[in-house]
C-alpha cells in the first residue's frame, strides 16, 4: 500500500511538471500573440494596408453601337482573360498540358510562356468565362485570370464594313469603331482599390462608379432591319451574277440620314482576324467609281437649272455614232435622230448627254458638279472617305465637255452619287449625309445630331421637273423599266459603266459596274437608293442587275417604313384574296427566311402555311377571314416572339375599331 | 447527463460552435468562388458536428472496459487503415499526400482516429504490465508498438501528427515513472532519426529554410507565415470584427484549415485569441485534475494523454500562425474545418467524459480487482 502510495505521489509530480509545461507552451504563445497584435500592431497593419491596396488603370467599358432604334449593333462585354506568373509554377510541363488542353493552345507554346523569365505573361485573353472557370478549377499555382471586354457584334456580318471592328484591347481599328474610337472608348482611369491574394479587386464599401466611367453610346441612323433587307438582298445578288463587289445606300433623302450602308464582300467582325485585310474596307465611302450613265441626271439637271436647255429642246443624236476629236460617242441602244431631255435620260442616250454638256459649257458644268458635292468629301462620320474625282476645268481634255456628261472621265464614291441624288429628291437642297444620330454620354448627357444642309444646289423646279424625266426612265420603254414598283411611282437612273483597266488605262471590253440610282416615292420620297454591282459576270447591264434589286428592297423597306401605297389592299376588302394578293404573299414569304411575310390580304389557310415556311413558329391568329394587319410589320427581321396576324373579321371590336388598327398597323 | 463533467461538456461545445462560425467565415469566400456556393464548407462542418456528437455521446455512455479489452483490435485496424491510404483507388492522393481513404461521398482521414486510439492502447499495455509485475515501467515494449504508426505517418507524410504522437507516447511513459535514462536515450534516438528525414525530404527542408528566414522565401513556404503575421498584427487588440478578414481573400492559404487562427487573430484580435486559449486551458485543466485524482493507471494515463493530444495540437498549430514553428499542417481542435479530426476529437472527449465520470463517482479503483 505503501508503494502505491509512493508510485501515485510520484506520478502526481510528474504529471504537475508537464501540466507546468503545457501551460508554459500557451504561456510563450499568448506572449508572442500579444506582442504582434498589441505591440507591433500598428507597423503590420501599415504592411496590411499596402499590401492590399494597389493603384490599378481602370479600362472603362466600351460604349454599344445602337441603330436608331436603340437595337445593338456593337457592344462590350466581360470575360476572362488568363495570364501566368512563370516564376511560381513549379510543375511547368503538367501545368503547360493541362492549360493547353483546357484553352485549346499548342502545349509547347503553351509552356513556353510558362518558361518565361518574368512574372506576368498573357496564356490567353478574351476567354469564355466557361472556360477561364474550368481552367481555374484546377488550381494551378501561378495560373490567373483578369476581367477584360470583349467586343461583341450580335448580328455578325450585318453593317460589318460600317461599323468596323476593335483590336484585342478594345481600340476600334476602322468604320464607326475607329471614327468614334475617343467617344466609345471613354478615359481609362487610376483608382486606389483593395485587391484579394488573386489580385483581384475587392468592393467592399463603396464600389467604384463603373458605369459613369464607360465611354459613350454612339446611336447611329442606320435602321437595323432596313440594313438587314438591304445586306441579304445584296448579298444573294452579288453571289448569283458571281460580282466581285456590291454597294448598296438607303438615304432619308430630306435628313441625309444613312438608313443602311452595305458594302459586299463583308466580314464578321467578332472574329476579324479569319478574313483578309482587304474585306475591311467600306468601299461605300473608301472606292471611287467612274459613275457611267446614273451621272447623267446631274449633268441635265445642270443644264435646266442654268437655263441652258428647255425640256423641250431637242438634241440630235447623231444615229448612234458621233466623233468628237480622237474619240466616237456610241449609244448602246441604237440610232437616235431627235431627243430631248427627258428622252434622253430615258434611253440613255450617251450622244445626247454629250450635246447637252456642250451646250452648257464647261465652267458651268464643272461649278454645278461642284455644287452637287463631286471631287469633295461629304463629311460623313466615317474613316478613310475618299474625295472622288473632279478635274478642274483648266485640266480638262478636249472631249471632257462630251464624255464627263454620261459619267467617263469623272470619278465619284458611292456616297456622294447618293448624296447628289438626294438633292433631287428633295427639291435641290445639298444635305450633308448622317450616320450618327446621338452620342448618348453615361451620365445622361445626350448630343443629337441635326441634319445639316450644305447648300441649295439647284431650285425646286428644277428638281421636280428632272424627279418626272427619271419617273419616265422606269416607264415602258425606259432603261429602268425593272425598277418599277406596283403601288409606288419610282425616279431613277441605270447606269453601266465601263471598268477602265488600271495598267493601260484603257476600258475593259466586257467588265462593267451595274449600278442604278434613284428614289421612291417620286412626288415625296421616303427613300434615295443606290445599287452598284461590280464586275458581274450575268447580266452586266444596270437595268438589268441593278433595277430589279431596287425594286425588291424598296418594295420592303416602304412597306416596313409605313410608306402609303398607291395600291392599297385595305381599301378593297374581298371576302376571298385576289389572286394577285396570293402571288404577292407567296413572292415575299418565299425569298427571306428571318424576315416576317406579308401575309395582309391571305386567307388563313395561306397565311398558316407562309408562316410556316417563313419559320415562325409562334403565331397568333386574331379573327377570321382573311388578314387585315400584323405585327411586327411586313418584312421586318423576325427573331423570336409571337407574330399576330389580325383578320378581317375580329372577334372583338367593330369595323371602325379595326379599320383604326389597320391604319395603325400600315403606319407602323 | 448526471454525474457528467458539465464544464467539459460547456468548453466542448462553445469551442465547437465557435470553430462553426469561424469556418463560416473564412471559407465563405472561397467556397462561393470555387464551389458557387458560400455554404459548402460550413453546410459539411455542421454535420461533421453532429456526427461527432452523437459518437462522442455513445462513447461517454459505454462500457469503458469492454472498448479497453478491445484496444489491440482497434489499435490494429488503426494500423490497417493507415496502410489503405496508399492503396491505389481507395487512397486519395491531395497534392502529393496520401492521408487519405475514400468512402462513398467522405473521405476519412485514418491518422486523425489512429491517434486516440493509440492512447488507450498504451494507457492499456503499460496498466497491465505495471499490474503483473511491479518492476519499472517498460519503454521499449510500448515504443516498439508506436514505431510502425510513426512509420505509416511519415510515409504519408504527416510529420507534424508523427512528431505529435511521439511527444504523447513520451509523456505517457514519463507520466507513468519509466526510468528517464531509458526515456532519454529512446528521446534522442528519435530526434536523429527525425534530423535525418527533415534533411533527406526537401520539402521539410525548404519549409524549415523559410521558417528561418521568411522574407528570402516570401514566394514559397514562408508566404503563409508572412499574411499569418500580418493577419495578428491588423487583428490588433480587438480585431477588424467578425467577417471582415482580408487575409481571408486569399492571401492566407487553407484559412480555414490549418491558418484559421490567424483568421480567427485578425477578426476578434488578441483579446478573441486570448478567450479561445482561455477556454482550451480551462479543458485542458480539467482533464488534467481528473488525471490526478484518478486511481487506475489506465484511466489516469488515458485522460492525460488524450488532454495532452489537445492541448499540444492547439499550442503547436498557433505556435506554427505566430511563426514560432514550421509550418506542420496541423489543425485547431474542434474549430478548424475537417470531419475526420473533429470525429476523432469528439470521440476523444467522450472517453474524457467517460473515465472524468467513473473518477468522480469514486469506481475507478474497482477496476483494479478485474485485472489484478
Not at chain 1, 464607326?176 to 488573386?198: C, K, M, Q, T, W
Not at chain 1, 410608306?563 to 415575299?588: C, H, K, Y
Not at chain 2, 474545418?337 to 474497482?366: C, F, H, P, W
Request: charged share 20%; net charge positive.
Amino acid at each position: 500500500m505503501n508503494a502505491v502510495k509512493r508510485i501515485h505521489e510520484h506520478q502526481l509530480v510528474r504529471l504537475f511538471i508537464v501540466y507546468v509545461c503545457i501551460i508554459s507552451g500557451f504561456a510563450v504563445i499568448v506572449s508572442k500573440a500579444f506582442y504582434l497584435e498589441v505591440i507591433r500592431g500598428r507597423r503590420y497593419a501599415e504592411i496590411a494596408r499596402r499590401q492590399y491596396s494597389r493603384e490599378i488603370t481602370l479600362i472603362p467599358a466600351r460604349g454599344a453601337i445602337l441603330d436608331r432604334d436603340g437595337r445593338i449593333l456593337a457592344q462590350s462585354v466581360l470575360v476572362d482573360s488568363i495570364y501566368a506568373d512563370p516564376l511560381l509554377i513549379a510543375n511547368k510541363s503538367r501545368t503547360a498540358v493541362i492549360v493547353s488542353r483546357v484553352l485549346g493552345l499548342g502545349a509547347d507554346e503553351t509552356l513556353t510562356k510558362l518558361t518565361a523569365d518574368r512574372q506576368f505573361v498573357w496564356i490567353k485573353r478574351l476567354v469564355d468565362p466557361d472556360i477561364a472557370r474550368k481552367l481555374l478549377r484546377y488550381h494551378l499555382k501561378g495560373v490567373y485570370s483578369l476581367r477584360e471586354y470583349r467586343r461583341f457584334y450580335p448580328d455578325k456580318s450585318i453593317a460589318s464594313n460600317l461599323l468596323g471592328f476593335v483590336d484585342v484591347d478594345s481600340r476600334g481599328l476602322s468604320g464607326i469603331e475607329l471614327s468614334l474610337d475617343n467617344y466609345l472608348h471613354g478615359n481609362p482611369f487610376s483608382a486606389v482599390v483593395d485587391v484579394d491574394g488573386h489580385n483581384s479587386p475587392v468592393y467592399a464599401g463603396d464600389p467604384i462608379n463603373g458605369t459613369s466611367m464607360s465611354g459613350d453610346n454612339v446611336v447611329t441612323t442606320i435602321d437595323l432591319n432596313i440594313q438587314f433587307i438591304l445586306e441579304t438582298a445584296l448579298k444573294k445578288a452579288v453571289t448569283d451574277l458571281g460580282a466581285s463587289k456590291g454597294i448598296g445606300i438607303i438615304m432619308a433623302p430630306k435628313t441625309g440620314a444613312i438608313l443602311a450602308m452595305v458594302s459586299i464582300p463583308d466580314f464578321n467582325p467578332n472574329v476579324y482576324r479569319k478574313f483578309p485585310v482587304s474585306v475591311f474596307k467600306d468601299i461605300a465611302v473608301e472606292n471611287t467609281y467612274e459613275p457611267g450613265s446614273i451621272f447623267k441626271p446631274f449633268v441635265i439637271s445642270a443644264a435646266l437649272d442654268a437655263g441652258a436647255i428647255t425640256p423641250k429642246e431637242e438634241f440630235f443624236c447623231e444615229h448612234g455614232h458621233y466623233k468628237v476629236y480622237n474619240i466616237v460617242i456610241r449609244d448602246a441602244e441604237g440610232d437616235y435622230d431627235m431627243l430631248n431631255a427627258g428622252t434622253i435620260l430615258k434611253y440613255s442616250s450617251n450622244i445626247g448627254a454629250a450635246k447637252i454638256g456642250e451646250k452648257l459649257g464647261p465652267t458651268t458644268l464643272y461649278r454645278y458638279l461642284k455644287e452637287f458635292g463631286f471631287g469633295s468629301p461629304t463629311g460623313i462620320d466615317l474613316p478613310g472617305e475618299s474625295p472622288g474625282i473632279l478635274n478642274r476645268v483648266d485640266r480638262w481634255s478636249g472631249v471632257s465637255i462630251d464624255t464627263i456628261p454620261f459619267g467617263q472621265g469623272v470619278s465619284a464614291t458611292p456616297i456622294q452619287l447618293v448624296t447628289a441624288m438626294a438633292a433631287i429628291a428633295n427639291g435641290g437642297l445639298l444635305v450633308m449625309p448622317q450616320i450618327i444620330k446621338e452620342i448618348r454620354a453615361p451620365g445622361g448627357n445626350v448630343m443629337h445630331f441635326s441634319p445639316v444642309i450644305r447648300r441649295r444646289v439647284i431650285s425646286p423646279q428644277t428638281a421636280k421637273t428632272m424627279t418626272g424625266m427619271l419617273v419616265g426612265v422606269v416607264n415602258d420603254g425606259g432603261t429602268g423599266v425593272r425598277a418599277r414598283m406596283d403601288g409606288y411611282t419610282v425616279a431613277g437612273k441605270t447606269g453601266t459603266a465601263q471598268i477602265p483597266d488600271p495598267k493601260t488605262g484603257r476600258y475593259y471590253k466586257n467588265r462593267f459596274v451595274s449600278s442604278f440610282l434613284g428614289f421612291v416615292p417620286a412626288n415625296a420620297p421616303s427613300i434615295v437608293m443606290l445599287i452598284m454591282i461590280v464586275d458581274p459576270k450575268t447580266d452586266p447591264y444596270g437595268g438589268q442587275s441593278a433595277a430589279p434589286l431596287f425594286k425588291d428592297v424598296a418594295g420592303k423597306v416602304l412597306p416596313y417604313l409605313g410608306v402609303p401605297s398607291g395600291l392599297n389592299i385595305m381599301a378593297t376588302p374581298s371576302s376571298e384574296p385576289s389572286v394577285a394578293d396570293m402571288a404577292q404573299v407567296q413572292a415575299a414569304s418565299v425569298t427571306q427566311t428571318g424576315i416576317v411575310p406579308d401575309f395582309r390580304g391571305a386567307s388563313i389557310r395561306t397565311v398558316l402555311r407562309e408562316a410556316k415556311k417563313a419559320g415562325i413558329e409562334d403565331l397568333v391568329i386574331r379573327g377570321s377571314g382573311y388578314a387585315v394587319g400584323q405585327s411586327p410589320q411586313p418584312y421586318a427581321r423576325y427573331a423570336h416572339g409571337p407574330v399576330i396576324v389580325v383578320f378581317s373579321d375580329s372577334v372583338s371590336g367593330n369595323g371602325q375599331e379595326q379599320r383604326g388598327h389597320r391604319a395603325d398597323v400600315i403606319k407602323g | 447527463m448526471k454525474g457528467y463533467d458539465r464544464g467539459i461538456i460547456a468548453a466542448t461545445i462553445l469551442l465547437c460552435l465557435f470553430g462553426v462560425i469561424m469556418v463560416f467565415s473564412a471559407s465563405s469566400i472561397y467556397a462561393l468562388k470555387e464551389y458557387g456556393t458560400k455554404y459548402y464548407f460550413v453546410r459539411k462542418q455542421v454535420l461533421y458536428l453532429i456526427v461527432g456528437l452523437v459518437a462522442g455521446g455513445i462513447v461517454a455512455t459505454a462500457d469503458i472496459d469492454r472498448v479497453r479489452k478491445y484496444s489491440k483490435v482497434l489499435f490494429g485496424l488503426a494500423l490497417f487503415s493507415m496502410v489503405l491510404v496508399f492503396v491505389p483507388h481507395l487512397g486519395v492522393v491531395v497534392s502529393g499526400s496520401h492521408r487519405w481513404i475514400r468512402i462513398g461521398q467522405f473521405s476519412i482521414q485514418p491518422s486523425e482516429f489512429a491517434k486516440p486510439v493509440l492512447i488507450l492502447f498504451i494507457a492499456d499495455l503499460i496498466d497491465v504490465k505495471a499490474r503483473r509485475n511491479s518492476g519499472p515501467v517498460p519503454v521499449f515494449v510500448p515504443l516498439l508498438y508506436t514505431v510502425p504508426l510513426l512509420f505509416l505517418m511519415i510515409r504519408e507524410p504527416d510529420f507534424g501528427s508523427a512528431a505529435i504522437t511521439a511527444g504523447v507516447v513520451f509523456a505517457i511513459l514519463f507520466l507513468a515513472g519509466a526510468g528517464l535514462a531509458p526515456l532519454a536515450a529512446a528521446g534522442l534516438s528519435g530526434i536523429a532519426a527525425g534530423v535525418v528525414l527533415v534533411v533527406r525530404s526537401t520539402y521539410r527542408f525548404n519549409r524549415i529554410r523559410a521558417f528561418l528566414n521568411p522574407l528570402r522565401h516570401a514566394h514559397t513556404g514562408a508566404f503563409q507565415i508572412v499574411q499569418s503575421a500580418i493577419a495578428y498584427g491588423a487583428g490588433g487588440l480587438t480585431g477588424v470584427g467578425l467577417g471582415n478578414s482580408f487575409e481571408k481573400l486569399f492571401y492566407l492559404p487553407e484559412a480555414h484549415t490549418d491558418f484559421i487562427f490567424s483568421v480567427i487573430a485578425e477578426e476578434l484580435g488578441f483579446l478573441g485569441v486570448a478567450a479561445v486559449i482561455g477556454v482550451f486551458i480551462y479543458l485542458i485543466t480539467k482533464a488534467f485534475a481528473v488525471a490526478a485524482r484518478a486511481e487506475s493507471l489506465f484511466t489516469k494515463a488515458t485522460v492525460y494523454g488524450l488532454a495532452l493530444l489537445i492541448a499540444m495540437q492547439v499550442i503547436i498549430n498557433i505556435a506554427v500562425t505566430l511563426g514560432l514553428l514550421p509550418t506542420k499542417g496541423l489543425t485547431v481542435p474542434f474549430i478548424s474545418y475537417g470531419g475526420s479530426s473533429l470525429v476523432a476529437q469528439l470521440i476523444s472527449v467522450g472517453i474524457l467524459l467517460n473515465l472524468a465520470k467513473r473518477v468522480n463517482e469514486g469506481s475507478d479503483e474497482a477496476d483494479y480487482s478485474r485485472w489484478g
